[in-house]
């Protein structure tokens, strides 16, 4: 395997560039990896069907992002293309839509597993690479279903982030794409398989915990509601400090992190409104939750907490303090 990353400065120097690599996919197969925080969706999708053309047998994914990270620098703007050549084993990616048939809601963890075990995975499967839209919110819980499905297999990526993107807001714009088009609702997987295929992935956060530990004691899909049977927006700025009245961006800096798993960061949003206004009656399974838990005030106004995935009671976490993070794969 080999694998060439390079920055996208014209297309003259990109067809320059691929005709110095040579690259023969009868020889092995070619996935060519994108990550731009330099083109709309649009425009993307036209870069990955000119790479396309340079490349006919290359597998393209491609992803928005907010920065790309380039001789150990985070730059705006910039576009990063990686191109691996394998030698032996073999390559499969698909754009997969999260949402469930009607567009009412969206795939359990388990629908979107089976879709990627018979579309993707083989008994020689080492390394699934990963990516999903922001407004898939079971994360989480499909990550916990990989390790039932996929018993072995390691598992990468993230979530597709976009311009923009701030402290104070989760991004809305970001995409995925690939040569035939893009999704802001989707999730886009490679698998690496093959019998000689071995793979090392680790990762580098700058997640330090602080305080103790606390029991998420009730949650409403992604909104934590109290630690401890505590409000969990008094206790968040309790534990971050006043300055949040004045500036609840900053919450971006102090995610928290699960006791079982205090290396990934959580980050979350700290807003201000009604639990009805993000999750209305009208929805029966937002109602079974008010009829089950009349100690929750839905019509109270005050600071919420928001994480980028549906959250489980039970779990315990920690306050954080986040300075980087960074995932890298070798297969």
Not at 299 to 327: A, D, E, P, T, W
């Amino acid at each position: 395997m080999f694998t060439w990353n390079f920055q996208l400065v014209s297309k003259p120097r990109l067809i320059d560039s691929f005709t110095q690599l040579n690259l023969d996919s009868t020889k092995g197969d070619i996935l060519i990896r994108i990550h731009t925080a330099a083109h709309y969706a649009d425009e993307a999708v036209e870069l990955a069907a000119f790479i396309k053309e340079l490349v006919p047998g290359a597998m393209i994914f491609g992803t928005s992002t907010s920065e790309v990270i380039v001789d150990g620098k985070l730059l705006k703007d910039r576009c990063v293309i990686s191109v691996t050549q394998m030698n032996g084993g073999t390559i499969k990616t698909a754009m997969l839509n999260t949402s469930s048939e009607g567009g009412s809601g969206f795939k359990s963890p388990d629908e979107l597993c089976q879709e990627i075990k018979e579309k993707l995975v083989s008994q020689d499967t080492e390394l699934l690479l990963d990516f999903v839209t922001i407004d898939y919110v079971d994360v989480a819980g499909f990550v916990d279903k990989t390790n039932d499905y996929f018993p072995g297999v390691k598992l990468i990526g993230g979530i597709a982030d976009c311009q923009g993107s701030n402290l104070s807001e989760f991004p809305d714009d970001a995409f995925l794409f690939d040569e035939n088009g893009w999704t802001k609702s989707g999730m886009l997987v490679a698998s690496i398989s093959g019998k000689n295929v071995e793979s090392l992935s680790a990762h580098a956060t700058g997640v330090e915990a602080i305080g103790n530990d606390m029991e998420i004691t009730n949650a409403l899909e992604a909104c934590l509601i109290s630690f401890d049977g505590n409000d969990a927006g008094a206790q968040y700025r309790r534990g971050v400090g006043e300055k949040l009245v004045t500036k609840p961006e900053i919450s971006g800096l102090f995610p928290y992190a699960y006791a079982d798993a205090p290396e990934f960061p959580v980050f979350v949003k700290y807003t201000e409104g009604c639990l009805e206004d993000f999750y209305p009656e009208d929805n029966p399974e937002y109602k079974a939750f008010y009829d089950d838990n009349p100690e929750v005030d839905k019509k109270k106004r005050r600071k919420l907490i928001f994480c980028n995935h549906k959250v489980r009671k039970g779990r315990k976490v920690y306050f954080c303090l986040f300075m980087y993070s960074q995932i890298d794969y070798l297969f």
